[in-house]
């Protein structure tokens, strides 16, 4: 096999992209092809894969039968704009499985997803502020780019801008509080209600689990106060349980946002809620004041949404979210036991389904809390993990349901082998 094929590709990547990269996962990586729970490099190392694509291919690459449902679309066409039955089916699949869902639009990101669920909520409300938590992750909107990683802290509830390009009048609509302290946004809501439009927020931020009671006094004080609660269901949907973080927390909102799995692997998003508030993008009402425009030129392509019809079909089979849940657990006291073992200070933090290592003796419940544990002890963790054939995200582990006892084996010898290194450092 020809050697350094990866190197050759890095420098023509170099040559036409900005840091050499599609974003901003580490460019040295260049993935020939995936099967299963394994990919391989241009050189012809596998890993097993936690990456999966950044989330959507829950159920492993290549799986034969999206692929059969996917090459069965092709030869029929690849998108038409208009509506189309995969399109519709898949709606209504998603609209039984999710119970905000009462109707639903395709978009083709996630990010667009987000940006259509705040605008819906300030055409909704009539008001224009809406509460982000500090190091939640809703796309590349300018609302969504603050404090979305901030580095310089300020005090809350002051937004960070985390990109340039923004004008500044966004910050001023943004309303930033920590993760996890309901008492704090409750101070929010009673000082600036009549001006918020929105809570936006990730249930279960990044890897960080909701505290008990959290989502619960949202839910309740935006009830309470005709504010819009959106739960960013991107990454949690269809991962956390069939019917995501509001049916595995119990905590429903008026407008979710979905991504990821629901394309099988394939660009497609949504933004779903209450008939009420998605009526705002009824073409039929174009003119009025609370009219909120939206169209796409991908939107619910039928390659997308055949890909998604059949995932989901694969997820409500008997016994796939605990094999899902078997799965991460696995790794979980995988992590667990060797770390603690090594004696070095950590958490595993997040549900059996996504989840990392946080290296931090101090319980992890927010941003700050993550800002402040040790990254170069995680970045040799992840090092040591891909020279031994496993591939992770740098903050996250994403579990699918394609791992075999081979590959979790493979994964506990070289997660023993990373504990090691960091000893040895
Ligand atoms: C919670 C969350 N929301 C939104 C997004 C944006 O989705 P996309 O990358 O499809 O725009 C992501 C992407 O990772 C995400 O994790």
New binding site residues.
């Given amino acids: 096999m020809e050697r350094h094929r990866q190197v050759a590709w890095t420098e023509r990547a170099a040559g036409v992209m900005p840091a050499g990269g599609f974003g901003n996962f580490d460019p040295s990586l260049v993935i020939r092809e995936g099967h299963g729970a394994r990919v391989w490099d241009e050189d012809g190392h596998d890993y097993v894969d936690y990456l999966i694509g ?2 959507p291919m829950l159920l492993g690459h290549g799986h034969p039968e999206v692929v059969d449902a996917v090459q069965g679309q092709l030869s029929k066409g690849m998108t038409f704009f208009a509506n189309n039955a995969a399109g519709i089916e898949l709606a209504e699949v998603i609209c039984d499985a999710v119970t905000c869902a009462e109707q639903l639009r395709f978009v083709s ?6 940006m259509y669920a705040m605008r819906l909520a300030r055409a909704h409300t009539g008001r224009e502020k809406i509460i982000k938590f500090e190091g939640g ?4 909107s300018a609302e969504s780019l603050m404090s979305l990683a901030p580095t310089r802290l300020q005090n809350f509830p002051l937004a960070v801008p985390d990109s340039a390009g923004i004008p500044e009048s966004v910050r001023d609509l943004m309303l930033i509080a920590p993760f996890n302290d309901a008492e704090f946004v409750k101070g929010l809501l009673d000082e600036h209600a009549d001006e918020i439009a929105a809570i936006i927020v ?1 249930p279960l931020q990044r890897l960080i689990p909701p505290a008990p009671g959290f989502l619960e006094a949202l839910r309740e004080e935006t009830e309470k106060r005709g504010i819009v609660l959106i739960f ?1 269901e ?2 949690t949907g269809f991962r956390l349980a069939y019917g995501g973080a509001q049916e595995h927390y119990g905590v429903i909102p008026d407008l979710c ?1 979905l ?2 799995i629901i394309g099988g692997g394939l660009p497609l ?1 949504a933004v779903a809620g209450k008939a009420d508030i998605m009526a705002h993008f009824d073409a039929n009402k174009a003119g009025d004041a609370g009219f909120t425009y939206q169209v796409g030129t991908l939107s619910g392509n039928p390659l997308a949404a055949i890909a998604g019809l059949k995932t989901l079909e694969i997820l409500r089979r008997d016994g796939a979210y605990e094999q899902l849940r078997q799965n991460g657990k696995t790794v979980m006291t995988a992590l667990e036991n060797h770390l603690t073992n090594g004696d070095i200070p950590h958490q595993i933090v997040g549900d059996p389904v996504l989840f990392d290592v946080v290296f931090t003796a101090s319980p992890v419940i927010d941003y700050r809390c993550v800002l402040h544990a040790n990254a170069d002890l995680a970045r040799c963790f992840n090092q040591t993990l891909r020279e031994q054939g496993v591939l992770k995200p740098p903050s996250k582990f994403y579990v699918s349901l394609a791992l075999t006892d081979d590959d979790l084996a493979h994964t506990e010898r070289a997660i023993a082998e990373a504990a090691n290194a960091l000893n040895h450092n």
């Fill in positions: 950044s989330g990101t996630g990010g667009e997803a987000d992750y809703h796309g590349m990730e960013d991107v990454v946002t991504g990821k998003a």
